[in-house]
């Protein structure tokens, strides 16, 4: 069943009676949105949001799920949003005109760069469509890139691939099978496709304090995580349609997403869209090669990020990695993904078992998609376990190190004081290293011969998986909140981490050396000079 044709059930039941309140903030949404209008929206959730006039539960829900909003609606929510008094999010009115050129309509002035390239489209033109998607930010918004989805549709004919649905993968109506029966008696035909082979689920509640360090001062920050993983763990196809630069599976014009947190593949994403677009105006829609092989896909449409290629994507094989080990199955990577993911299978010891898929649209056998492990937005500590446990015994430990990653390469969040921090630190034998100068088993090297590191929030502490017991970690960030991710990690193996609490300089960090040194004498770290530097 497809994405939109289900009513969820997990938020409350709106009459749409909240709207008429005289005393709320949105009185003027009872002449906006009516209660036919809040019959239209499937999702209760959203629903919901309207009634309360919550424009941030509202956003954050969609660009979530990509839950459908009829067409017709959004130049609605755009007003009922502003009868809020708070500024309209920049996803809302970018929708509102889309929505528009939709519908045939005069255009909104605003956002006025949308405007203009909407404008000036030229639907046969693939430059005209990236300047649609790339220098307004639509690309960053899964809300707007579905409609302009939905234009490219509208202009191109509906092909399999811009007439693509997602559908919601849980709430399909397939066979549950573990993996001893799901498999013929030669061990690699499955009895039943499409089904869902299932795994062990298990709720796990952690509760830690992490040491902090800010303006000379010391406290703590708690954090308490509880990681659910789901029994549903592969998604198992037949003759499904594979978009090779994307990793896109269709059965027939749908596609299958993991409903919440726990994703199977977004609906679209810029680079996704834009890759679909060039298929159909290139007519390779329609043109297919078609293999008898078995392959498991780990990956969504998004990429391009070491931590959620390691963390999120190669941690898909924990429940998965049978197929490859028992029933002969290819790790599919899509040929847009493959610069960083085939490198990290290589270190983890699969490099013999991927495939590079081919950017013409390919039919295979067997499809298997890997679930993530877990529904939150980090790693179930099974699922860490198991990576760990497939460096240690890949990654060879070298003498022993201290570094300060520096992220100096990278768009956000670089210390504008490393030069200072370095030289500081250069007295405890601490060197700076930038990792994406090296290979993915480099990194992992790297991390498992360190003794003291410091970094900034990043990417690169992903590596941490392949640290010794023992390990100081001193981690730098401005907001505290999303190191959890890697606090987990080093509360969940037995480093001792603690965080400094840097000042926000625009996209950036200015960290206090002295808390830095702070951080080193509560960690017992003591001066040393350098070998390495």
């Known amino acids: 069943m497809s994405g939109g044709s289900r009513r969820d ?13 005289a005393s709320d903030t949105n009185t003027a949404s009872a002449d906006i949105l009516s209660v036919d209008d809040l019959a239209k929206i499937e999702s209760a959730k959203i629903v919901a949001a309207i009634a309360i006039g919550d424009v941030g539960a509202m956003q954050e829900y969609l660009e979530l799920t990509a839950e459908p909003i009829p067409l017709g609606l959004w130049r609605k929510l755009t007003r009922w949003a502003a009868s809020g008094g708070a500024p309209v999010p920049w996803t809302f009115a970018a929708a509102a005109m889309i929505e528009a050129a939709l519908s045939d309509e005069p255009l909104p002035e605003e956002p006025a760069d949308l405007r203009a390239a909407l404008l000036a489209l030229d639907p ?15 690309y960053r918004s899964r809300i707007v890139c579905f409609l302009a989805a939905r234009l490219a549709e509208r ?4 092909t399999w691939a811009t007439g693509l649905r997602s559908f919601d993968a849980t709430h399909w109506p397939v066979a549950t099978l573990d993996p001893v029966t799901a498999f013929d008696d030669d061990g690699v035909a499955l009895r039943t496709l499409p089904c869902w082979i299932t795994r062990l689920a298990e709720t796990v509640e952690q509760r830690w304090q992490t040491p902090v360090f800010a303006n000379q001062k010391q406290g703590t920050v708690p954090y308490t995580y509880t990681a659910t993983q789901s029994e549903l763990a592969v998604l198992a196809l037949s003759n499904t349609v594979i978009f090779g630069r994307i990793g896109v599976p269709i059965l027939g014009n749908h596609r299958p997403h993991w409903h919440g947190l726990q994703y199977l593949g977004y609906d679209y994403n810029g680079m996704a869209l834009i890759d679909i677009i060039t298929l159909t105006l290139r007519k390779l829609d329609s043109v297919f090669t078609v293999l008898s092989a078995n392959i498991l896909l780990i990956c969504d449409s998004f990429y391009g990020n070491y931590y959620h290629c390691l963390l999120d994507y190669a941690t898909r094989l924990a ?23 085939v490198p990290i299978l290589q270190a983890l010891g699969f490099g013999e078992s991927v495939l590079v898929l081919d950017e013409q649209p ?27 446990e497939r460096v240690r015994t890949q990654v060879r430990r070298g003498p022993a190190r201290r570094v300060l990653i520096s992220r100096r390469d990278a768009s956000v969040r670089r210390l504008v004081n490393e030069a200072a921090l370095a ?37 690169a502490l992903a590596n941490l998986v392949a640290c010794e017991v023992g390990t100081k970690v001193i981690e730098i960030a401005a907001d505290l909140g999303p190191s959890i991710c890697f606090t987990q990690i080093s509360k969940l193996f037995g480093f001792d981490h603690v965080l400094v609490r840097a000042q926000a300089v625009d996209v950036d960090l200015e960290v206090g050396i002295a808390d830095v040194l702070a951080a080193l004498t509560a960690l017992g770290v003591e001066p040393q000079r350098s070998q390495h530097r």
């Not at 059930?9 to 309140?21: A, N, Y």
């Not at 046969?124 to 639509?138: C, E, K, N, Y």
């Not at 202009?155 to 509906?158: D, E």
């Open 9 to 21: 059930d997990m938020g409350p039941q709106s009459t749409g009676q909240p709207l008429d309140r």
């Open 423 to 459: 030289d500081t630190l250069a007295d405890f034998g601490v060197e700076p290293v930038v990792p994406s100068a090296l290979s993915p088993a480099e990194q992992l090297a790297l991390f498992a011969s360190a003794e003291v590191i410091v970094a900034p929030h990043g990417a």
């Open 319 to 341: 429940s998965a990695e049978y197929l490859v080990r028992d029933h002969f199955f290819l790790i599919g990577i899509p040929s847009a993904q493959a610069g960083l993911m």
């Open 124 to 138: 046969q033109d693939l430059a005209s469509w990236q300047q649609v998607l790339f220098p307004t930010g639509i």
């Open 155 to 158: 202009h191109l004919g509906t």
């Open 362 to 388: 390919t039919v295979f056998q067997t499809v298997a998609l890997a679930a993530a492990t877990q529904r939150e937005p980090h790693c179930h500590p099974a699922a860490l376990r198991w990576l760990r």
